[in-house]
């Protein structure tokens, strides 16, 4: 599938609460500068503010529920290919430099793993989810991964996470966005965490452009992905949640201009297999160019 580039088809029209999960053992004074504070692998504390809102947070407490069936349910619902949309994401970083990410909504780490071994010059990267049993997953897989050393996992909400300003050179968000209650609050916060010049990598699933394929893909999340996710994970919402979730988020070109809002330049839009789901790719302009 080709990128294309987005143009505008019409005119434009805390308090912070976080938890840190480190996987790193020693402390690492890079990051308590940009504003993210270690604690020990095993240990969860609150270091802003209260936990009350993450561990009350609707969404993050579904997750919690189906962490455990999460990472079979997602290869099978999409008959693998997800491995290889987080390897088109992961591509897509620039090879040529040093640099520090943040993958927003992590969850059980698929993206930061994809990352991390497709990219050897990524120097550090920070994982951030709410969800407390997401993460657990997480920090278990990169240890396996043996990325330990490059990895510290950040357990808050993406909306009031904290994070310094300009501190990343690239943001990441893996299905992550149309979780959260508002697309533009959290693209203005992608917006803030990146670095001037910094790139914004987002996944999301869309809705095929031809009519009946998106007839069928309709047909295969209201029926087939409800049962199969009721039957597997024992949740009845998270899977209608799914469906309705994907089928409520705006589509490629509404978030394009989403993204244009936000203050992003250069977008573009990589839609993958028939168009279930679509890599956007952003920069937030470096203002000394001006
Ligand atoms: C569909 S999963 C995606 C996980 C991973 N990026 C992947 O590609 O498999 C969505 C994740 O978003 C997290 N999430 C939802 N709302 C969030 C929020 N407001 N702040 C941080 N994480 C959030 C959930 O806990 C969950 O782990």
Redesign the pocket.
């Known amino acids: 599938m080709q990128k294309s580039i987005w143009q505008p088809q019409c005119r434009q029209s805390s308090e912070a609460n976080v938890i840190i999960l480190s996987t790193r053992i020693a402390a690492s004074d890079k990051l308590s500068q940009s504003g993210i504070h270690h604690v020990n692998m095993t240990d969860v504390e609150s270091v802003k503010g209260t936990s009350g809102s993450i561990n009350s ?1 609707p ?2 407490q579904m ?1 919690d529920h189906i962490a455990p069936a999460y990472d079979i349910l ?1 290869h099978l619902f999409s008959f693998g290919w997800d491995f290889s949309w ?1 390897r088109k994401l992961a591509d897509a970083v620039d090879k040529n430099e040093k640099l520090r990410v943040l993958d ?5 780490g ?2 930061l793993i994809s990352l991390l071994r497709r990219n050897s010059n990524i120097a550090e990267a920070v994982g ?4 407390e049993n ?1 993460l657990a997953l997480c920090r278990r897989k990169i240890a396996r991964y043996k990325l330990t050393d490059r990895v510290s996992l950040v357990r ?4 009031t996470s904290g994070l310094d300003d300009e501190s990343f050179d690239v943001v990441t968000m ?3 966005i149309r ?2 209650p508002d697309a533009f609050k959290t693209l203005t916060e992608i917006h803030r965490l990146l670095k001037q010049g910094g790139t914004a990598l987002i996944l999301e699933f869309s809705m095929p452009a031809n009519r009946i394929l998106r007839g069928c893909y309709l047909f295969y999340l209201r029926f087939f992905v409800l049962l199969l996710g009721r039957l597997l994970s024992g949740d009845n919402q998270a899977y209608r949640y799914l469906d309705q979730s994907i089928e409520n988020f705006h589509c490629a070109d509404d978030f394009c201009r989403l993204m244009q809002k936000a203050g992003f330049s250069n977008i573009s839009t990589k839609p993958l297999t028939f168009g279930v789901a679509c890599l956007y790719q952003a920069t937030r302009p470096d203002e000394s160019n001006d």
């Open positions: 947070n969404v993050g997750f997602n987080r927003l909504a992590t969850g059980t698929d993206v951030l989810d709410i969800s997401m808050a909400d993406v909306a893996g299905f992550g979780n959260t």
